[in-house]
């Protein structure tokens, strides 16, 4: 995940990468996800913006598109062993990770992936996602598959 620099008073001393901006408020942070310094996105690779800017962004359904499909990539490079996929559809992936205990909800429209300990789950399903999700991309994004990861069973703890 990019390296984002934090004033000593907890502010940020980073910016934007798309107004240039002092970071603030939400944000959206990516890996390394591109190195091949040619491609069109690269300099949004391993950087952070505003979430206001990122939604706004011209190009971010096609960016959100190619980051949904590196993290599942990412994603299935880890030992199998590790995590088991409880959703995979064209448009969001949820995976169990075992040793964190966390669910891992990635989306195509947001390109977020949200991670939730198995502790906060059930109460998240049940409206907390719509106080503690970032607003609109994230927010349809959930809901567009609120249904669907109402049914999933989360795995036995050990
Ligand atoms: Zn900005």
Not at 119 to 125: C, E, F, H, N, P
């Amino acid at each position: 995940m990019a390296l984002i620099l934090r004033n000593p008073d907890g502010t940020y001393a980073s910016k934007c990468a798309l107004c240039g901006e002092v970071l603030s408020g939400s944000i959206f942070a990516t890996g390394r996800f591109i190195t091949n310094k040619f491609h069109e996105f690269y300099r949004f690779s391993d950087v952070a913006m505003h979430w206001s800017c990122y939604v706004k962004w011209p190009q971010q359904s096609r960016f959100a598109s190619l980051y949904f499909e590196a993290a599942l990539i990412m994603r299935e490079r880890m030992r199998s062993q590790n995590w088991k996929t409880l959703l995979k559809s064209p448009e969001a992936f949820v995976g169990y990770l075992f040793a964190e205990h966390e669910v891992s909800l990635i989306m195509r429209k947001s390109g977020t992936d949200v991670r939730l300990h198995r502790s906060r789950w059930q109460a998240w399903l049940n409206g907390g996602w719509q106080r503690e999700c970032r607003p609109e991309l994230e927010r349809e994004a959930i809901s567009a598959i609120l249904s669907q990861l109402q049914e999933l069973q989360l795995p036995d703890p050990p």
